[in-house]
């Protein structure tokens, strides 16, 4: 049962400079990463100034979730990692990709 | 010994598997049939059936009992209460003819009106007679001649008999042809005085019905004189044969110096039909209940034995389920295993092992590797590398970035170029795939490590007790970008130390930041004494948690002196 629901929820948005904002919240590992990339999809197919990934509501990440993130990172214009939690910045940054994902703050 | 270690892993769980799944069927034919059901709801049904048609019946029976002893009773009442318009004309005169001195023509005329075959005349004949001498026949008659008067001797002895019992006298004239019941008065204590006597005819064949106007309609009657029932006494019946058929209620009426004995039975239920015939309405409705409930208990057992097969098939299934998905994650580490190294190089001076552990959940094959590649020039390369995702792709990929490590390393070619042209090899926004990868080129001799990460964690020094990571420039991890550039760090190791290199299977924990992952996988592995597979072995049976979802490749060497 558990499998047929979804562990994370994904919220789209775009912000007053135009910026693409994905707000992933639960929880991301690989069973979610095919829902998820079809979701945010349509976004990148439309080329924003920016995507925004606002991982604050993201209780846990695992390798494919942030291989996803590199793959939008090198896909779109500009990306940034936003509000990742402490645990998920540690994870980060040990994989060496803190800058390519443009982690803030 | 890894080889044959995992061999062991992938031959004995489908082993005990089958073992269970043979266990599985015994079950079933533990069942209890439950066909006992319906036969019970049957009998039972049957029994209270009949102990309510039995109850009901006797019910109606003893009710058409009381029922009948009333009616008898009223009988015999109405009976009784005929006397008076009996007794009270002959009495009276009785009384006259004492008193005129047997006066035939004041006889008649006061008892003409009593007689007669008109409705509401009480006698067929009246009669005077002088009891001094009746054999000299009546001194007047009313009405067709007395059949008494032909028998003088049976006059005699019943008016003989009359004075001395001041009451009516009753006497049955019952002898064919023509029956007939004859009454008696004489006033007591009158010696010498006069005696009247009327008679009544019988019906010839002592048959009379009742009308059906009647009150006792329905019911069948025998009138007897006399107290009981003795056929040649019979007065009257209405019914072919005494005594009367069915259940026969009696009463006995005092007449005079007689009685009357009624006997009654009834020809059709009293109190109706309805409780004539409800046994048999309970024994019709409560067969066919008792049948519908049977017939229901017996749908909802074999429903229940349906759906118990179907529960057996579906364990049929889950088992055949759960022995195809141990087969299919065997063939999983089967092909991973051979993926992997069957055998480590053996070298000098150091001595190294690894293990592989499969991921608890899914059948999936993992993108975690290892790897020891002997440089033949007194260096060997140790790797270890986790490519992202699971299955077949992930152990594709695995598998391509392995065998390019090993054609990179016959160049001889310094971990940093390794990692910088494997990342021409993969790219993310292709393939979706990252991997990251350690590699660390060990100088047996000199104890030197050169460390590169494309993204890895950290591998862990352990010597006499302490332990430290080896800490280096975090390259990117492979598939990020085309031409990375990566930075080695080199260290020299005591002697008789070990590095561990592994993937972050071993240490992740959801919700456990690195940090303290790292820190737990360090204060393991310094507490342990022992040689290098166990030590190995004995990490992974400790930090690798039962729930885990990921894959755990380790690699360790120790130099020996």
Redesign the interface.
Known sequence: MDELEPHQRVELATDAAGNAIVRISGDLDISGIDSVQAQVAPVLAEHPAKLIVDASGLRFADSSAIALWVRWATTARSFELRNPSPLLRRVVTAMGLAEKLAVTP | MIAQDSERRAGIEPESQAAEHQAEPVRPTGRRSLLWLPVAALIIGLIVTAALALVSHSQYTSNEKRLLKLRVRDAGALIAGALPSVQTPLASSAELADATNGNPEKFKRFIAPYVGHTPGRTFATVSLWRLSSPQGGPVAVVGVPPKLALTPAAAMAFFAQVVRRPQLNVIGLLGAPDPRLGYAFATPGVPGGYVAYGENPLPASRRSRLASSSQFAGLHYALYLGRGQQPRKLLVTDGDRTPLPGHEATAIVPFGNSAFTLAMSAQGPLAGTLPRDLPWIIVGAGVLLTLAAAGLTLRLVQRRRHAEGLADRLELIADENQRLYGEQRSIAQTLQHALLPDALPQIPGVETSARYEAGEEGVDIGGDWYDVIDLEDGRLLLVVG?V???GLRAATTMASLRYAIHAYAAQHDAPTEILTKLSYLL???DT???A?ILCALVDVDRREISVA?????PPLLIQNGNGQYVESD????I???PGASYTSTTISAPPASTIVAFT?GLIEH??????QSLERLRGAAVARNGALPELLGGLVKELHSGAA??DIAIVGLRWTS
């Open positions: 986790d992202s995702g699971r790219n993310v926004a979706g795939q990252l990251t990460s494309a993204g890895h964690l975090i390259g990117l991890p598939g990020v970008e972050d959801r919700g456990e930041d690195l940090d979802a990921d």
